[in-house]
């Protein structure tokens, strides 16, 4: 399990130490980097967490990965960027942020699924409900409390598909699961995304439609997952 979480923490270590690279080596937009193969080298990471943390940072338009050319510097102001600075995850050494979103993919797109058939009309009342306030929060930009009422929208749907195993699993590790929830607001400019793709899980969700239900919510997570720079194939 040690091992496990090590793994998964590197390419997030990879991340940050490119980062740190192109801040401190005085590289410009438009330079190339040292190729991938030196980069792993000089990490001492695999070329397997190398790609996924390129991915991550090209995804926060920091890094451009041109396939048969090499790797280039996108914007140095992304580098150094409030938002690139801000990525951080203080579970790395238990599990990282891409594991909890790919267990969230899983989990929760079958508790959405569940729950579009077990959700009554007061209940769909009160997800609506925390669905404009967390409108209200973004557009006051109180991200905090926006990802209490995420989690809070999140934690509704796994109790509503009656599944016991999956709420102990995100009771147990709530901590985790909240902060993978405050990840996304790191592009405060994105943030409006978040409760735009609630609203399309409440339709679905309101028209009892389990499949739509599920989709939405798959659709919901792997897009949080890519705000905060994280891409993971299905």
């Known amino acids: 399990m040690a091992d496990t979480a090590v793994r998964g923490a590197v ?8 980062q740190k690279l192109i801040r401190e080596g005085g590289y410009q937009a438009g330079d190339a980097l040292p190729s991938q193969r030196d980069l792993a080298e000089r990490l001492g990471v695999s070329r397997a967490s190398l790609r996924e943390a390129l991915s991550s940072l090209s995804a926060l338009g920091v890094v451009s990965v ?12 992304a580098a150094n960027s409030p938002s690139a600075r801000a990525f951080s995850w203080p579970y790395a050494e238990q599990v990282s942020a891409a594991d909890t979103f790919q267990l969230r993919y899983v989990l929760e797109g079958f508790a959405a699924g569940r729950a579009a058939s ?8 009160e997800l609506h409900d925390n669905v404009e306030a967390m409108r209200l929060e973004l557009r006051a930009a109180n991200f905090e409390a926006a990802a209490r009422l995420d989690f809070e929208f999140h934690r509704r749907l796994l109790q509503a598909s009656g599944n016991l195993a999956i709420e102990h699993i995100i009771s147990a590790n709530e901590t985790v699961f909240l902060e993978s929830q405050k990840l996304p607001f790191i592009r405060p400019e994105r943030a409006m995304e978040t409760w735009q793709e609630h ?8 028209r009892h439609a389990n499949e739509p239900a599920r989709k939405a919510m798959q659709e919901h997570i792997r897009n949080a997952a890519s705000r905060t720079g994280i891409i993971f194939p299905i």
């Not at 041109?66 to 102001?77: C, E, I, L, S």
């Not at 609203?199 to 309101?206: D, G, M, P, S, Y």
């Open 118 to 125: 077990t959700l009554t009309a007061l209940d769909i009342d």
């Open 66 to 77: 041109q396939a048969g050319k090499g790797v280039y510097v996108q914007a140095t102001r």
């Open 11 to 18: 390419p997030e270590q990879a991340l940050q130490a490119i």
């Open 199 to 206: 609203r399309k899980i409440l339709r679905q969700l309101a």
